[in-house]
């Protein structure tokens, strides 16, 4: 078992190459994801705090 | 028609009905991807395990030039319509764009080192990928240099259309020109040359890629349409401000009492 996830994880002897481009993609790809998420959250949230401010008035 | 959908308001409420599926849809299909990717393809009989670098290289590569080609076609539309919705999506597909484009630029170099025994050469297919990258950060950067939104996406999207000749120099760059990367394996006349084992994980992830794509600029035009609105808010309690607490007419210069 282990040895199958050791074996699974050396890549044939390309390790260093196929994690790290996989790596890359997750980070870029789920970093533009977190940062678009963060940016809408937020954008609604002072939307929200303008909306009742006028509503309060 | 065209305008029915473009309608701000309309694309609100029907993106934030598709986006949870969307979004959902991507995870999935990414998720399948992956493990096909991962798990199911098989070793290539003359790269080894390193052709697994492949299932995000090319679905990368596929949708760095599918996001140029939707910015440019919404530019053209903000340019000729003066769509505003137009302008947003262009906008918001750019950082997206990039972002596959530099996936695709990384993981090649990852792939290049152990199969052609270089992390870059300067042949047609990569250099036409570099400049890609350029030009989207070119357009990033002109977008936002201008203090009027409207008056960046015109600069901007000037800019997406002239580079837009870069879309068939990519494409076509391994036939033109005696490039070290391979030929078209997938889209190319007669059918693909890559096993079935093989291109049903590509497919697969690139369903996932596109779908995230789809995700992703469905957020960010929202993010833009609440940004735009803010905007039109903070103006109006602006106007009514004067009224509530006067400003001093002038600014005095001198040293702190």
Redesign the interface.
Known sequence: MIDRAAE?LA????AR??W???G??LV??G???IE??V??RR??R??ER??R??AAR | MMHRFANPARFMRLSAALLPWCAALAVLTIGAGLALALFEAPADYQQGEAVRIMYVHVPSAWMATFVYAVMAGASAVGLIWRHPLAEIAARAAAPLGAGFTLVCLVTGSLWGEPMWGTWWVWDARLTSVLVLFFLYLGYIALVNAFDEPTRGARAGAVLALVGIVNLPIIKFSVDWWNTLHQPASVFRLGGPTIAASMLWPLLVMSVGFMLLFAALLMVRMRTALIAARLRALQMLASEDEPRAAPRPQRASLGPAQ
């Open positions: 699974f890549m044939g002897g390309y190459f196929v790290p481009a996989y890359v993609a870029v790809l970093g533009l994801a678009s998420v940016a809408y954008s609604r002072e939307l303008l909306d401010g006028r």
